[in-house]
């Protein structure tokens, strides 16, 4: 008989896995559980915890620039804390909503602002975890620069909650951008939005975020042009250094003669931004046969990624966060996935299987990761759960 659990506190959570780990009961650890649909198949478990009752803020410094928060309290919750004092948490994750933070950072999620703010792993300055033996583990604390013991920390970042249960966290947070303004460039061929993002990203004004998506992508997500690709890029700063950007991007746009150039602010930009961010999660609410697969490559492969995906699966949904390197690829039905897979890990990219229906997960390979790399993550495992209790097979099928 399953045993489901929803702690209130740190003090409970580190209880009820103290007994688990004696009684040697598996647990299924998460938050809302919006994100079941990444990773691998998690076992059968004794008790399914949520943490989604721990979801207080802690500690609030607003001059400092810093906020700790528990593990249960969504995205949206804390995005409205600190937008009283005009501030923000950068992650623009997908499932934002329901989200919890302790699911954001277990999943390693972020959204388009990456480009300019990076991922969890870059904004997180410090944890709580809790063991299996019921020892709360700190690590870092609630200064910027403050490094110490932050590695372990560092570990928990895209473990899928296969390591330890998340308590809390420290973020850096950010002043909201005086002004913003998201500009569209619209064309029939990729080549022409490949040589605009190629400018931007050698010139002096950096947006910052940079996406790229297939006319299928910009079509199911409502954003399609008559013209094909899309190139979206969001500037902030002053309405002297937005008009900067206008002028130079519109320049570009004249030199490339795309086929179409706008710009858009405030809750007009939100709107188009919205369906982006939460692209990774859309082939799951769209099609429940679908599999999102998530490409990493150099930024100057990103025309090879996007070309092997139109040759291999054709008009596939593809988008890309075009400063970084990452794509995320929309494939209707497994066959499709597992040639796009192989044919991305033939040309050496680094890809894995973002989400896919439970019943597809054991049927696919779905990390491509080295046995030296398995080996270190197995060291790992064992140290912080020798029992393999925590989530097990959810770390893609291996942990």
């Keep these: ?10 003090e409970e959570l580190t209880e009820t896995l103290a007994e688990c780990g004696s009684t040697r009961k598996s647990v299924e650890l998460g938050g809302h559980f919006s994100k079941r649909a990444m990773g691998g198949v998690i076992a059968s478990c004794d008790v399914v915890l949520s943490t989604s009752r721990m979801n207080r803020v802690l500690i609030y410094e607003p001059n400092d620039l810093t906020i700790s928060v528990e593990a249960g309290i969504t995205y949206q919750q804390l995005s409205a804390v600190l937008a009283e004092n005009r501030q923000w948490l950068p992650l623009d994750p997908p499932y934002g909503q329901q989200a919890t933070i302790g699911g954001i950072i277990a999943a390693n999620s972020s959204g388009p602002r990456r480009r300019r703010y990076g991922t969890a792993r870059d904004l997180v300055i410090g944890m709580k975890m809790v063991t299996m033996e ?13 490094v110490t013991g932050l590695d372990m920390a560092k570990l928990l970042v895209g473990s899928f909650g296969t390591l330890a249960a998340i308590g ?3 973020f850096r947070v950010f002043p909201r951008p005086v002004s913003e303004r998201t500009f569209l ?5 990729l080549d022409s939005l490949l040589s605009i993002r190629k400018a931007i ?9 940079l996406d790229l998506l297939s006319p299928s992508a910009a079509e199911m997500l409502g954003l399609g042009q008559p013209y094909g690709y899309l190139l979206m890029a969001e500037a902030t700063g002053s309405e002297v250094v937005i008009d900067r950007f206008a002028k130079a991007f519109e320049k570009l746009a004249l030199e490339n003669k795309v ?5 858009a602010s405030g809750s007009q930009a939100d709107d ?19 599999l999102m697969l998530r490409v990493g490559c150099e930024p ?6 996007f070309r092997l995906v139109r040759d291999t699966a054709g008009e596939t949904p593809t988008l890309a966060r075009a400063a970084n390197g990452v794509s995320y690829i929309a494939c209707s039905i497994l066959d499709e996935a597992v040639c796009c897979l192989k044919a991305c890990r033939e040309a050496g990219l680094a890809a894995v299987v973002e989400s896919a229906p439970e019943h597809q997960k054991m049927s696919i390979k779905l990390w491509d990761g080295s046995g030296t790399q398995f080996q270190v993550m197995e060291r790992v495992k064992s140290q912080f759960d020798p029992w393999h209790l925590l989530n097990p097979g959810r770390l893609f099928n291996l942990i």
């Design 259 to 263: 086929a179409a150039f706008q710009s």
């Design 272 to 290: 188009l931004w919205t369906p982006v961010r939460d692209f990774p999660a859309e082939v799951a609410r769209r099609n429940a046969e679908g």
């Design 168 to 170: 809390s966290v420290n």
């Design 300 to 305: 100057k492969k990103l025309g090879e990624v």
């Design 134 to 146: 019921g020892k709360v583990v700190a690590s870092g604390g609630m200064v910027v620069k403050n």
């Design 185 to 189: 460039f619209s064309a029939g061929k």
């Design 1 to 10: 008989m399953v045993t489901e659990t929803d702690p209130s506190s740190l």
């Design 201 to 209: 990203l050698e010139s002096v004004l950096q947006p910052v975020a």
